[in-house]
């Protein structure tokens, strides 16, 4: 396996689910993050962590759980979502450089998430 | 406050012709810049970026251009190809950030 990989590429859950999407990066990054693309809107950040500490959570409902084990697996977890949450989730992971910041993120296929 | 932005949402080009995408941003701060390409229900690909170092980059048929005085870096693709069909968004950083800042997307067409 090579580069950011999701799991599951496609999700169904009910109101009432409990469910957890997967991210796992193979590029040896220190950062990774969580993106959600709704219909027709740009890409919204959703958490940063880097060196699996959290460090940006952008006014995310807490429905929106993440945690992050190790710099190379991201989890989501979600629970009690509603319909308007149905949209592609995003995985991404970089390369923080201390004093110079970000590299470019390397993206994953994404979860396509429909909550009915 | 949207510090990148993507002006055209759509943009038509023939086969075989310069496509130009565009984008222009307010943060002065902002020292890198970068161009991703993405497919329908997949993740955004990166293409090429560019230092503030530097005001041309180019690589293959793709080549970017920033313009620091005008706060605007455009995406130029030449000769477009059918397979170039895809939303294209730019994203930009700060010296010593975490995340890159993304612009809505411009949604490219190329025309056989």
């Known amino acids: 396996e090579t580069g950011v990989t999701q799991t599951p590429r496609h999700l169904v859950m009910g109101m009432t689910n409990k469910k957890s999407l997967k991210c796992e990066q193979h590029?040896?990054?220190?950062?990774m993050y969580w993106y959600k693309q709704s219909a027709k809107k740009p890409l919204e950040l959703m958490f940063v962590?880097?060196?699996?500490?959290?460090?940006e959570n952008n006014s995310v409902p807490s429905r929106f759980s993440p945690e992050c084990p190790n710099s190379s697996h991201l989890f989501l977890h979600l629970h009690t979502l509603q319909p308007e949450d149905s949209a592609l989730y995003l995985c991404?992971?970089?390369?923080?450089?201390?004093?110079?910041?970000?590299?470019?993120?390397?993206f994953g296929q994404g979860t396509r998430l429909t909550v009915v | 406050d949207q510090q990148v932005k993507q002006n055209s949402p759509s943009l038509s080009v023939q086969e075989g012709r310069i496509s130009i995408l565009n984008c222009d941003y307010t943060?002065?701060?902002?020292?890198?810049f970068l161009w991703y390409k993405k497919y329908p229900a997949e993740g955004p690909t990166f293409l090429i970026s560019?230092?503030?170092?530097?005001d041309k980059n180019e690589d293959g048929r793709f080549t970017v251009f920033l313009n620091k005085s005008a706060k605007h870096l455009s995406l130029h693709i030449v000769p477009s190809q059918p397979g170039d069909s895809a939303v294209y968004f730019c994203?930009?950083?700060?010296?010593?950030?975490?995340?890159?800042?993304f612009g809505q997307g411009t949604r490219l067409t190329i025309n056989p």
């Open positions: 991404a992971s970089s390369h923080i450089f201390a004093h110079y910041g970000v590299s470019e993120a390397f």
């Open positions: 590029l040896g990054h220190n950062a």
């Open positions: 962590y880097n060196f699996k500490e959290q460090t």
């Open positions: 943060n002065s701060m902002f020292d890198y």
């Open positions: 560019i230092s503030s170092i530097k």
């Open positions: 994203a930009a950083s700060e010296e010593g950030a975490q995340k890159l800042v």
